[in-house]
């Protein structure tokens, strides 16, 4: 990690965990301004800004966009700022800005995308455009080919759709189509000025994954590697998800060591090596997308059957489901892999057997994840499709009532599964682990944590695990260890519900408030800004609830005591999220919950002879 996004980190993590007063993180007084003019200098981003008081402007570059980094005096004043000049015009180009942030993890439901045709077109002539079709926009983002235009809040889509085509648009409701690719290019659009130094790889071996060393002796012919990050998104090392980010010494160095990289064919993967970007950006005009292909079917295997055609930039694999996009260099080659109907599909039996597949042209945003609509179903299919779900959920329930399942929370995001389980299996055997996904729980802390559940083969060892794990520290983490079913509520007249609280862990919670309570018996966090703090001493909550109190650790804090039970744990067994998770599981693995007997001992006794052995059988047994 680079030391830009180590003090970004730093920033948006580690500053709210501290228990003194502090001054407005970075981020909190930082405006992204985009849409800017190359030649733009930093005295007329101060001019734009007077009346704000400006500590610092930075500005990047990356090919034809231009954007600033403008950090204010505070948060207020920052925010004050934006609202004055979002949107606004500045040397014919509208603006764009939006508080400085360190990630990208969606993209609003309001958003729709298009096709951009020229590519000298300015973000402020497709507003324009946009609005001559009868839409009201209100805000326009343009990284060619694409171009991202945002309506007011809770529209209807579908006539504004129809209206923008009938105008000429190539228009596309974005929470249709390919999420993944879009967050892809936006972060492209904008974070690249994140280091200028650094080299992102896509669609790398998983012998990097393993041995860093050997990524970067693979990577050092550009220049002197500062650091290497890499990441394994997913378990299945045919999908081409693995990526690394290479930092090097200079610019330089980074722009030699991508052009060297990309395309270099390692341990069977074809690397894409992208310097400030990540993303790759198809040529809509020579490219062409492969559907219906499996699951397991790479990106090597795909440029290989398409190269026939003619040569490519590149194939992607990455966020693309069952397809596969292929950009040639020219258009002509496109036009030839669109008579392509089958792709090879080896078997045992048969190693020239194929696959049927459509190849269609790639003139806009692609289409992976369409729309869930509801199944038209006849009269009662719906009733018995759901009453065999629940048949099957039941089943599944009652197969695991053979094992002694615990609760685990707050356990670190990053924490291997494996590590886990050989930690908890200190106290006996374990059946199986798993982690139901629960996306308001995950993001309640800075650093993101997560569930699980532990199923125990005996009972003894679930109530060890219970009595000797709740409220010990893993991974820097106090976890909470609770048996999964019965009633596990906290104590009604000792538990405060706490809203509008600093967003912070549950561990930095407790150091901020230990201090100004006595006993603290354990403080659960559901979501990123309520906590139940359960107390020890009723004197403590109504300490606790009077804000106005000398010292109070969180005095703009809400305060309210419990008024009706609720459970120290996320879910129960039954909850529909955990048995739908484990019936898939079970689906793929049948015999996973069959109850499995220990097999006895069959260590040979030791003979160690002598006189003492031969006492040995005569002393009697009661």
């Given at each position: 990690?680079?030391?830009?996004?180590?003090?970004?980190?730093?920033?948006?993590?580690?500053?709210?965990?501290?228990?003194?007063?502090?001054?407005?993180?970075?981020?909190?007084?930082?405006?992204?301004?985009?849409?800017?003019?190359?030649?733009?200098?930093?005295?007329?981003?101060r001019?734009?800004?007077?009346?704000?008081?400006?500590?610092?402007?930075?500005?990047?570059?990356?090919?034809?966009?231009?954007?600033?980094?403008?950090?204010?005096?505070?948060?207020?004043?920052?925010?004050?700022?934006?609202?004055?000049?979002?949107?606004?015009?500045?040397?014919?180009?509208?603006?764009?800005?939006?508080?400085?942030?360190?990630?990208?993890?969606?993209?609003?439901?309001?958003v729709?995308?298009?096709?951009?045709?020229?590519?000298?077109?300015?973000?402020?002539q497709?507003?324009?455009?946009?609005?001559?079709?009868?839409?009201?926009?209100?805000?326009?983002?343009?990284?060619?080919?694409?171009?991202?235009?945002?309506?007011?809040?809770?529209?209807?889509?579908?006539?504004?759709?129809?209206?923008?085509?009938?105008?000429?648009?190539?228009?596309?409701?974005?929470?249709?189509?390919?999420?993944?690719?879009?967050?892809?290019?936006?972060?492209?659009?904008?974070l690249?000025?994140?280091?200028?130094?650094?080299?992102?790889?896509?669609?790398?071996?998983?012998?990097?994954?393993?041995d860093?060393?050997?990524?970067?002796k693979?990577?050092?012919?550009?220049?002197?590697?500062?650091?290497?990050?890499?990441?394994?998104?997913?378990?299945?090392?045919?999908?081409?998800?693995n990526?690394?980010?290479?930092?090097?010494?200079?610019?330089?160095?980074?722009?030699?060591?991508?052009?060297?990289?990309?395309?270099?064919?390692?341990?069977?993967?074809?690397?894409?090596?992208?310097?400030?970007?990540?993303?790759?950006?198809?040529?809509?005009?020579?490219?062409?997308?492969?559907?219906?292909?499996?699951?397991?079917?790479?990106?090597?295997?795909?440029?290989?059957?398409?190269?026939?055609?003619?040569?490519?930039?590149f194939?992607?694999?990455?966020?693309?489901?069952?397809?596969?996009i292929?950009?040639?260099?020219?258009?002509?080659?496109?036009?030839?892999?669109?008579?392509?109907?089958?792709?090879?599909?080896?078997?045992?039996?048969n190693?020239?057997?194929?696959?049927?597949?459509?190849?269609?042209?790639?003139?806009?945003p692609?289409?992976?994840?369409?729309?869930?609509?509801?199944?038209?179903?006849?009269?009662?299919?719906?009733?018995?499709?759901?009453?065999?779900?629940?048949?099957?959920?039941?089943?599944?329930?009652?197969?695991?009532?053979?094992?002694?399942?615990?609760?685990?929370?707050?356990?670190?995001?990053?924490?291997?599964?494996?590590?886990?389980?050989?930690?908890?299996?200190?106290?006996?055997?374990?059946?199986?682990?798993?982690?139901?996904?629960?996306?308001?729980?995950?993001?309640?802390?800075?650093?993101?944590?997560?569930?699980?559940?532990?199923?125990?083969?005996?009972?003894?060892?679930?109530?060890?695990?219970?009595?000797?794990?709740?409220?010990?520290?893993?991974?820097?983490?106090r976890?909470?260890?609770?048996?999964?079913?019965?009633?596990?509520?906290?104590?009604?007249?000792?538990?405060?519900?706490?809203?509008?609280?600093?967003?912070?862990?549950?561990?930095?919670?407790?150091?901020?408030?230990?201090?100004?309570?006595?006993?603290?018996?354990?403080?659960?966090?559901?979501?990123?800004?309520?906590?139940?703090?359960?107390?020890?001493?009723?004197?403590?909550?109504?300490?606790?609830?009077?804000?106005?109190?000398?010292?109070?650790?969180?005095?703009?804090?809400?305060?309210?005591?419990?008024?009706?039970?609720?459970?120290?744990?996320?879910?129960?067994?039954?909850?529909v999220?955990?048995?739908?998770?484990?019936?898939?599981?079970?689906?793929?693995?049948?015999?996973?919950?069959?109850?499995?007997i220990?097999?006895?001992?069959?260590?040979?006794r030791?003979?160690?002879?002598?006189?003492?052995?031969?006492?040995?059988?005569?002393?009697?047994?009661?």
């Open positions: 990690m680079s030391e830009t996004e180590k003090k970004a980190e730093q920033s948006t993590g580690g500053e709210t965990e501290t228990d003194g007063p502090k001054p407005d993180a970075e981020h909190q007084r930082k405006i992204n301004v985009a849409n800017l003019p190359w030649d733009v200098t930093e005295q007329q981003l001019d734009l800004f007077s009346g704000h008081e400006v500590e610092k402007v930075e500005i990047y570059h990356y090919r034809k966009y231009t954007l600033a980094l403008v950090l204010f005096k505070d948060k207020d004043t920052a925010a004050a700022a934006l609202a004055e000049k979002e949107n606004s015009m500045f040397r014919d180009r509208r603006l764009r800005m939006h508080m400085e942030f360190t990630s990208i993890r969606h993209i609003k439901r309001e729709i995308v298009t096709v951009v045709e020229d590519e000298n077109m300015t973000e402020e497709l507003w324009d455009k946009v609005k001559a079709a009868g839409v009201e926009p209100t805000s326009v983002l343009i990284f060619y080919p694409l171009g991202y235009v945002t309506l007011e809040k809770e529209c209807d889509k579908a006539p504004i759709l129809e209206k923008l085509k009938a105008a000429g648009f190539n228009a596309h409701d974005l929470n249709q189509r390919d999420q993944n690719q879009h967050l892809d290019i936006w972060r492209a659009a904008k690249f000025f994140r280091n200028r130094n650094r080299v992102q790889l896509l669609n790398i071996p998983n012998k990097w994954i393993e860093k060393e050997e990524m970067k693979q990577c050092a012919e550009g220049g002197t590697i500062t650091e290497a990050v890499s990441n394994n998104v997913t378990q299945n090392p045919q999908m081409a998800s990526y690394a980010r290479i930092f090097y010494e200079t610019e330089e160095q980074a722009v030699k060591a991508a052009k060297a990289l990309n395309g270099r064919v390692v341990d069977g993967k074809r690397i894409h090596a992208l310097h400030l970007g990540s993303a790759l950006m198809p040529n809509y005009k020579t490219s062409v997308y492969v559907t219906s292909l499996d699951k397991g079917v790479t990106e090597e295997q795909v440029y290989d059957h398409f190269k026939q055609f003619g040569e490519i930039e194939t992607n694999r990455r966020n693309c489901g069952d397809a596969a292929i950009c040639y260099k020219n258009a002509a080659s496109a036009e030839k892999a669109l008579a392509c109907t089958t792709f090879p599909a080896p078997t045992e039996e190693k020239d057997a194929t696959k049927e597949v459509v190849v269609k042209k790639y003139d806009g692609l289409v992976l994840r369409p729309v869930a609509l509801k199944r038209k179903l006849k009269a009662g299919e719906e009733e018995k499709d759901q009453a065999e779900k629940t048949k099957e959920q039941q089943s599944v329930l009652g197969k695991l009532k053979a094992y002694h399942p615990i609760f685990v929370g707050n356990v670190p995001l990053n924490c291997p599964p494996l590590e886990l389980k050989h930690y908890f299996a200190q106290h006996g055997p374990i059946k199986f682990m798993f982690s139901p996904q629960i996306l308001a729980y995950r993001n309640s802390a800075p650093h993101p944590v997560k569930t699980f559940i532990i199923y125990y083969m005996n009972r003894p060892s679930q109530q060890n695990a219970v009595r000797f794990f709740d409220h010990k520290f893993f991974g820097g983490h976890l909470h260890v609770l048996p999964l079913r019965g009633t596990q509520n906290m104590d009604v007249k000792k538990t405060i519900k706490m809203t509008k609280i600093p967003f912070m862990s549950e561990d930095a919670l407790f150091k901020k408030i230990k201090p100004f309570v006595g006993k603290i018996n354990r403080i659960v966090k559901k979501s990123r800004l309520i906590a139940y703090i359960e107390l020890e001493d009723s004197a403590d909550v109504e300490k606790m609830m009077n804000v106005e109190t000398p010292d109070h650790p969180l005095p703009k804090g809400k305060m309210e005591q419990l008024k009706t039970p609720i459970s120290a744990r996320l879910y129960n067994e039954d909850d999220r955990v048995l739908n998770g484990i019936a898939k599981i079970v689906a793929k693995n049948p015999d996973m919950l069959k109850k499995n220990q097999p006895p001992n069959k260590r040979p030791m003979e160690f002879g002598g006189p003492a052995h031969e006492k040995r059988y005569l002393v009697p047994v009661w």
